[in-house]
Protein backbone atom coordinates (compact mmCIF):
# COMPACT_ATOMS: atom_id res chain seq x y z
CA UNK A 1 0.00 0.00 0.00
CA UNK A 2 2.96 2.05 0.74
CA UNK A 3 4.06 1.75 -2.95
CA UNK A 4 0.56 2.82 -4.01
CA UNK A 5 0.34 6.16 -1.87
CA UNK A 6 3.64 7.42 -2.69
CA UNK A 7 4.52 10.37 -4.58
CA UNK A 8 6.97 8.79 -6.68
CA UNK A 9 4.27 5.90 -7.73
CA UNK A 10 1.85 8.37 -8.43
CA UNK A 11 1.94 8.16 -12.12
CA UNK A 12 1.58 4.77 -11.97
CA UNK A 13 -1.23 4.56 -9.20
CA UNK A 14 -3.13 6.62 -11.63
CA UNK A 15 -2.71 4.51 -14.61
CA UNK A 16 -4.35 1.89 -12.75
CA UNK A 17 -7.09 3.75 -11.54
CA UNK A 18 -7.54 5.03 -15.33
CA UNK A 19 -7.80 1.31 -16.30
CA UNK A 20 -10.41 0.51 -13.55
CA UNK A 21 -12.18 3.86 -15.22
CA UNK A 22 -11.95 2.82 -18.66
CA UNK A 23 -13.82 -0.77 -17.75
CA UNK A 24 -16.34 0.60 -15.50
CA UNK A 25 -17.14 3.47 -18.15
CA UNK A 26 -17.29 0.37 -20.84
CA UNK A 27 -19.07 -1.75 -18.56
CA UNK A 28 -22.12 1.29 -18.55
CA UNK A 29 -22.00 1.99 -21.72
CA UNK A 30 -22.89 -1.63 -23.20
CA UNK A 31 -25.67 -1.57 -20.60
CA UNK A 32 -27.01 1.60 -22.57
CA UNK A 33 -25.92 -0.07 -25.97
CA UNK A 34 -23.20 1.80 -26.38
CA UNK A 35 -19.85 0.86 -26.31
CA UNK A 36 -16.59 2.90 -25.46
CA UNK A 37 -14.22 0.77 -27.92
CA UNK A 38 -16.46 1.32 -30.52
CA UNK A 39 -16.34 5.35 -29.95
CA UNK A 40 -12.93 5.21 -30.24
CA UNK A 41 -12.44 3.36 -32.97
CA UNK A 42 -14.70 5.08 -34.87
CA UNK A 43 -12.47 8.32 -34.42
CA UNK A 44 -9.88 6.38 -35.20
CA UNK A 45 -10.78 5.58 -38.59
CA UNK A 46 -10.61 8.80 -39.76
CA UNK A 47 -7.08 9.29 -38.71
CA UNK A 48 -6.09 5.32 -39.75
CA UNK A 49 -3.57 6.27 -42.60
CA UNK A 50 -1.83 8.96 -40.65
CA UNK A 51 -1.36 6.72 -38.01
CA UNK A 52 -0.94 3.62 -38.89
CA UNK A 53 2.12 5.18 -40.70
CA UNK A 54 3.29 6.46 -37.74
CA UNK A 55 5.20 5.17 -34.54
CA UNK A 56 1.49 3.63 -33.72
CA UNK A 57 1.34 1.49 -36.86
CA UNK A 58 4.40 -0.57 -34.92
CA UNK A 59 2.07 -1.36 -31.97
CA UNK A 60 -0.22 -2.97 -34.26
CA UNK A 61 -2.79 0.21 -34.34
CA UNK A 62 -5.27 -0.60 -36.95
CA UNK A 63 -4.91 -4.38 -36.06
CA UNK A 64 -5.90 -4.75 -32.84
CA UNK A 65 -9.20 -2.26 -31.04
CA UNK A 66 -7.41 0.93 -30.01
CA UNK A 67 -9.19 0.45 -26.32
CA UNK A 68 -7.42 -3.04 -26.23
CA UNK A 69 -3.87 -1.07 -26.79
CA UNK A 70 -4.82 1.66 -24.67
CA UNK A 71 -5.48 -0.55 -21.79
CA UNK A 72 -2.62 -2.68 -22.21
CA UNK A 73 -0.33 0.29 -22.34
CA UNK A 74 -1.73 1.39 -19.01
CA UNK A 75 -0.97 -1.70 -17.32
CA UNK A 76 1.88 -2.98 -18.28
CA UNK A 77 3.28 0.88 -17.69
CA UNK A 78 1.98 0.52 -14.09
CA UNK A 79 3.28 -2.76 -13.42
CA UNK A 80 7.01 -1.77 -14.98
CA UNK A 81 6.77 1.53 -13.03
CA UNK A 82 5.88 -0.34 -9.65
CA UNK A 83 8.60 -3.19 -10.28
CA UNK A 84 11.12 -0.16 -10.93
CA UNK A 85 10.20 1.40 -8.02
CA UNK A 86 10.97 -1.35 -5.48
CA UNK A 87 14.18 -2.58 -7.13
CA UNK A 88 15.54 0.79 -6.89
CA UNK A 89 14.20 1.60 -3.46
CA UNK A 90 15.61 -1.81 -2.26
CA UNK A 91 18.90 -1.34 -3.76
CA UNK A 92 19.15 2.97 -2.54
CA UNK A 93 16.79 3.07 0.12
CA UNK A 94 14.42 6.21 -1.83
CA UNK A 95 12.00 5.75 -4.66
CA UNK A 96 13.29 7.63 -7.87
CA UNK A 97 11.88 10.73 -9.28
CA UNK A 98 8.89 10.22 -11.32
CA UNK A 99 10.09 12.02 -14.53
CA UNK A 100 12.86 9.09 -14.29
CA UNK A 101 10.66 5.71 -13.18
CA UNK A 102 7.87 6.77 -15.51
CA UNK A 103 10.61 7.38 -18.80
CA UNK A 104 11.90 3.77 -17.94
CA UNK A 105 8.69 2.02 -17.33
CA UNK A 106 7.58 3.93 -21.17
CA UNK A 107 10.35 2.77 -22.78
CA UNK A 108 10.17 -0.60 -21.62
CA UNK A 109 6.58 -0.88 -21.96
CA UNK A 110 6.32 -0.40 -26.04
CA UNK A 111 8.00 -3.59 -27.15
CA UNK A 112 5.89 -5.39 -24.39
CA UNK A 113 2.51 -4.00 -25.92
CA UNK A 114 4.11 -4.47 -29.11
CA UNK A 115 4.14 -7.89 -28.68
CA UNK A 116 0.86 -8.10 -26.69
CA UNK A 117 -0.62 -6.42 -29.90
CA UNK A 118 0.88 -8.86 -32.20
CA UNK A 119 -0.28 -12.05 -30.20
CA UNK A 120 -3.74 -10.19 -29.97
CA UNK A 121 -4.09 -9.33 -33.86
CA UNK A 122 -3.28 -13.08 -34.69
CA UNK A 123 -6.31 -14.31 -33.04
CA UNK A 124 -8.95 -11.88 -33.22
CA UNK A 125 -10.67 -12.85 -36.83
CA UNK A 126 -9.74 -11.04 -39.91
CA UNK A 127 -13.03 -10.35 -40.92
CA UNK A 128 -13.73 -8.09 -37.43
CA UNK A 129 -11.00 -5.65 -38.35
CA UNK A 130 -11.88 -2.48 -38.74
CA UNK A 131 -9.58 -2.42 -42.57
CA UNK A 132 -12.21 -5.36 -43.77
CA UNK A 133 -15.12 -3.90 -42.36
CA UNK A 134 -14.62 -0.91 -44.31
CA UNK A 135 -14.36 -2.68 -47.61
CA UNK A 136 -17.54 -3.93 -46.87
CA UNK A 137 -19.30 -0.56 -47.04
CA UNK A 138 -19.26 -0.41 -50.78
CA UNK A 139 -22.31 -0.56 -51.76
CA UNK A 140 -24.18 1.28 -48.78
CA UNK A 141 -25.48 4.54 -48.62
CA UNK A 142 -24.21 6.61 -46.47
CA UNK A 143 -25.38 10.80 -45.63
CA UNK A 144 -23.37 13.54 -45.48
CA UNK A 145 -23.21 14.65 -41.90
CA UNK A 146 -20.47 17.76 -42.22
CA UNK A 147 -19.20 19.60 -45.20
CA UNK A 148 -19.69 19.95 -48.98
CA UNK A 149 -17.88 16.93 -50.57
CA UNK A 150 -16.01 18.01 -53.78
CA UNK A 151 -13.49 15.58 -55.88
CA UNK A 152 -10.54 15.84 -53.77
CA UNK A 153 -12.12 17.17 -50.26
CA UNK A 154 -14.15 14.92 -49.06
CA UNK A 155 -16.72 15.60 -46.11
CA UNK A 156 -17.80 13.69 -43.28
CA UNK A 157 -20.24 11.15 -43.76
CA UNK A 158 -22.30 8.30 -41.35
CA UNK A 159 -23.36 5.35 -42.74
CA UNK A 160 -24.17 1.75 -41.51
CA UNK A 161 -23.29 -1.94 -42.44
CA UNK A 162 -25.51 -4.63 -42.92
CA UNK A 163 -25.24 -5.61 -39.52
CA UNK A 164 -26.26 -1.96 -38.15
CA UNK A 165 -22.90 -1.20 -37.29
CA UNK A 166 -22.54 3.00 -37.36
CA UNK A 167 -19.37 3.99 -38.99
CA UNK A 168 -18.37 7.77 -39.77
CA UNK A 169 -16.10 8.08 -43.02
CA UNK A 170 -15.26 10.36 -45.61
CA UNK A 171 -16.66 10.51 -49.01
CA UNK A 172 -16.26 12.52 -52.24
CA UNK A 173 -17.53 12.50 -56.02
CA UNK A 174 -16.13 10.52 -58.53
CA UNK A 175 -17.21 13.56 -61.11
CA UNK A 176 -15.74 17.24 -60.84
CA UNK A 177 -18.87 18.64 -61.61
CA UNK A 178 -20.82 16.72 -58.92
CA UNK A 179 -20.36 18.19 -55.47
CA UNK A 180 -22.01 16.60 -51.89
CA UNK A 181 -23.71 18.59 -49.37
CA UNK A 182 -24.88 17.81 -45.53
CA UNK A 183 -27.75 15.62 -45.37
CA UNK A 184 -27.44 14.47 -48.74
CA UNK A 185 -27.16 10.42 -49.42
CA UNK A 186 -24.64 9.37 -51.13
CA UNK A 187 -24.28 5.48 -52.60
CA UNK A 188 -20.67 4.72 -51.67
CA UNK A 189 -19.21 3.01 -55.05
CA UNK A 190 -15.05 2.66 -54.14
CA UNK A 191 -13.26 3.01 -51.10
CA UNK A 192 -9.54 4.98 -51.97
CA UNK A 193 -8.05 4.38 -48.50
CA UNK A 194 -8.94 3.37 -45.28
CA UNK A 195 -11.91 5.57 -44.56
CA UNK A 196 -12.28 7.62 -47.65
CA UNK A 197 -14.76 6.62 -50.75
CA UNK A 198 -15.75 7.64 -53.76
CA UNK A 199 -19.63 8.10 -54.15
CA UNK A 200 -22.35 8.95 -56.66
CA UNK A 201 -25.74 10.97 -55.44
CA UNK A 202 -27.85 7.73 -54.12
CA UNK A 203 -30.08 6.75 -57.23
CA UNK A 204 -33.14 5.91 -54.75
CA UNK A 205 -33.38 7.97 -51.86
CA UNK A 206 -36.24 6.20 -50.89
CA UNK A 207 -34.91 3.19 -49.77
CA UNK A 208 -32.47 4.74 -47.55
Not at 54 to 69: E, I
Not at 167 to 192: A, C, M, R, W
Amino acid sequence: MELLLTPESWPFTFSVILVVLIGLVETVSLLIGASLAGALDHIALFHADALADSWLGWLHFGKVPMLVLLIIMLTVFALLGFTFNLAFHGLLGVYPEPLLSSGVAFLVALPVVRACGGVIARIIPKDETSAVLLETLVGCVAVVVNGTARVNYPAQARVKNEQGQTFYIHVEPDDENVHFTTGESVLLIKQISGARFLGIANPRPDLL
